[in-house]
Nanobody
Framework: QVQLVESGGGLVQPGGSLRLSCAASRTAFTILMMGWYRQAPGKERELVAT???????DYADSMKGRFTISRDNARNTAYLQMNSLEPEDTAVYYC?????????WGQGTQVTVSS
């Protein structure tokens, strides 16, 4: 498994932006697929975005055009750029990693969108 540490969460006003980071401990970072999930109070955890080791990205429909997932293999870090944030985006955001499936998870970072 991989140790994952998220950062970058916080309080932002509607329409604002945040960038989340996920630092991985594993040196063979390039073979990992990386993902971001989120869980709002009273709701199930849902997929936000994924990025393959090839760099190919995919998004949940509600995030397309607003969120961008990326990775820096030299820094063993994945990112989630979130723009045009809405109150409905308020949740704990989790980073996930794995080779064939997501089997490593970070502790989560809180994102609150409120005026």
């Amino acid at each position: 498994q991989v140790q994952l540490v998220e950062s970058g969460g916080g309080l932002v006003q509607p329409g604002g932006s945040l960038r989340l980071s996920c630092a991985a401990s594993r040196t063979a970072f390039t073979i990992l697929m990386m993902g971001w999930y989120r869980q709002a109070p009273g709701k199930e955890r849902e997929l936000v975005a994924t990025i393959a080791n090839s760099g190919m990205a995919d998004y949940a429909d509600s995030m397309k055009g607003r969120f961008t997932i990326s990775r820096d293999n030299a820094r063993n870090t994945a990112y989630l750029q979130m723009n045009s944030l809405e109150p409905e985006d308020t949740a704990v955001y989790y980073c996930a990693a794995g080779v064939y499936q997501y089997d490593s998870w970070g502790q989560g970072t809180q994102v609150t969108v409120s005026s």
